[in-house]
């Protein structure tokens, strides 16, 4: 196996420094293309500069500003399509701080708050051992 090859769990433990250096449980899911992040609350504002996006990651309570966001369409876990916002931040994980492109959605009916998908497993070349890091 190449040294480059980093290998994760099926959950793991994340760290997302731009918001918070508060570690929460990610969710390692190969049958998601991309990540997902619960945000309490997302709005779109109109600026003096133009359209900016806020967010409360997690349930930090922190609002969060940008104004570097993609709006995308993406088909969520019940088959639906559905309008996400997306932004690029850094997460750590297995001790590397790594640039991730992740969506902006409300996970509180979901287990875990954040996902990350195989688009940011396969770019930074992690495998994914079910049988490590069990929940």
């Not at 250096?21 to 619960?38: F, P, S």
């Not at 997306?86 to 959605?105: A, E, Q």
Request: glycine share 6%.
């Amino acid at each position: 196996m190449s040294p480059s090859i980093k290998i994760v769990g099926a959950f793991e433990p994340v760290v997302f420094p731009e918001f918070s250096e508060v570690e929460v449980t990610a969710k390692i899911d190969t049958g998601a293309y991309t990540g997902a992040l619960h945000c309490s609350r997302i709005e779109e504002r109109q600026m003096d500069d133009g359209k900016t996006l806020a967010f409360c990651p997690l349930e930090s309570g922190i609002e969060i500003v940008r104004d570097d966001f993609v709006i995308k369409y993406v088909r969520s876990s019940n088959g639906k399509r559905e309008k996400r916002y997306f932004i690029t931040t850094k997460v750590v994980i297995s001790g590397k701080t790594l640039p991730i492109s992740i969506s902006l959605t409300d996970r509180s009916d979901m287990k875990w708050p954040v996902l990350i998908g195989r688009r940011f497993l396969r770019q930074h070349k992690f495998l994914v051992d079910p049988n490590k890091n069990k929940h």
